[in-house]
């Protein structure tokens, strides 16, 4: 439960990462968008939390040096644009044998499907950008466009329009409550949480979604095969 918090907790990232805590919150960006392996990553609440520890009253609380927010500003979503560019690369590359592998700890097939849903659902532009805002989805997203044959020259102007987009309003977002509320440092674990329940509100939603259609589907079906016999 211990490891659990600290991987959610942006706080523990940040005090991990130290004085590089710019460049560090940086490239787990990049990681996240453009390695398989980087879904895990509190992306949003990251974010956030860089925002808020781009200023000194709050950074000073934690014990840490305030991160550059004008560094952040133009680094994050650089990294954010690039992971992504990387991820579709491989999956254009690649194919579908980018996913041929068992479940394990760090990759699970679920996650594949539900980034090719939601491609589906929204149609490729919008599915770019949305999945800017649903963690996981994010991460999956990006090499299912490549996979997809979606356009190269597309995929990029909605990976940058969604990239700028998501980066710059968690950023700003977090500098702003970190200027205007007193001990905010007091609430960045629970704010964290909040933003994650909420970023996979909408996954959990469809999820409950395809198993009552799956459940309504189920006795239509035994029904068909009583008539057959």
Same mark, same amino acid.
């Given at each position: 439960m211990d490891v659990l918090l600290n991987l959610l907790d942006p706080k523990w990232w940040l005090s991990m990462l130290g004085a590089f805590a710019t460049i560090g919150v940086i490239a787990m960006i990049f990681a996240e968008t453009g390695l398989l392996v980087g879904f895990f990553l509190p992306g949003d609440s990251l974010l956030v939390c860089a925002g808020i520890f781009c200023t000194a009253s709050a950074a000073q609380?934690?014990?840490?040096?305030?991160? /550059?927010?004008?560094?952040?500003?133009?680094?994050?979503?650089?990294?954010?644009?690039?992971?992504? !560019?990387?991820?579709?690369?491989?999956?254009?590359?690649?194919? %579908?044998?980018?996913?041929? %592998?068992?479940?394990?700890?760090?990759?699970? !097939?679920?996650?594949?499907?539900?980034?090719?849903?939601?491609?589906?659902?929204?149609?490729?532009?919008?599915?770019?950008?949305?999945?800017?805002?649903m963690p996981i989805v994010?991460?999956?997203? /990006?090499? #299912?466009a490549g996979v997809l044959e979606m356009d190269a020259r597309k995929f990029f102007v909605w990976n940058v329009a969604g990239g700028?987009?998501?980066?710059?309003?968690? #950023?700003?977002?977090?500098?702003?409550?970190?200027?205007?509320?007193?001990?905010?440092?007091r609430f960045v674990l629970p704010g964290a949480i909040v933003i994650i329940i909420l970023s996979v509100l909408p996954i959990v939603r469809e999820v409950l979604k395809e198993r009552r259609a799956a459940r309504m589907a189920a006795p239509?079906? %035994?029904?068909?095969? !009583?008539?057959? !016999?």
């Amino acid at each position: 439960m211990d490891v659990l918090l600290n991987l959610l907790d942006p706080k523990w990232w940040l005090s991990m990462l130290g004085a590089f805590a710019t460049i560090g919150v940086i490239a787990m960006i990049f990681a996240e968008t453009g390695l398989l392996v980087g879904f895990f990553l509190p992306g949003d609440s990251l974010l956030v939390c860089a925002g808020i520890f781009c200023t000194a009253s709050a950074a000073q609380a934690f014990g840490i040096p305030p991160l /550059n927010l004008t560094a952040l500003l133009i680094g994050t979503p650089l990294a954010a644009i690039c992971g992504a !560019q990387l991820g579709h690369y491989l999956g254009a590359k690649v194919g %579908r044998k980018l996913f041929e %592998r068992p479940d394990s700890r760090f990759f699970k !097939q679920e996650h594949v499907r539900k980034a090719e849903y939601y491609f589906n659902k929204f149609g490729p532009a919008k599915a770019v950008i949305i999945a800017r805002f649903m963690p996981i989805v994010r991460t999956f997203m /990006n090499p #299912v466009a490549g996979v997809l044959e979606m356009d190269a020259r597309k995929f990029f102007v909605w990976n940058v329009a969604g990239g700028i987009l998501w980066v710059e309003s968690m #950023v700003l977002l977090g500098y702003f409550l970190g200027s205007k509320v007193e001990n905010i440092d007091r609430f960045v674990l629970p704010g964290a949480i909040v933003i994650i329940i909420l970023s996979v509100l909408p996954i959990v939603r469809e999820v409950l979604k395809e198993r009552r259609a799956a459940r309504m589907a189920a006795p239509r079906g %035994r029904h068909a095969r !009583q008539r057959i !016999q």
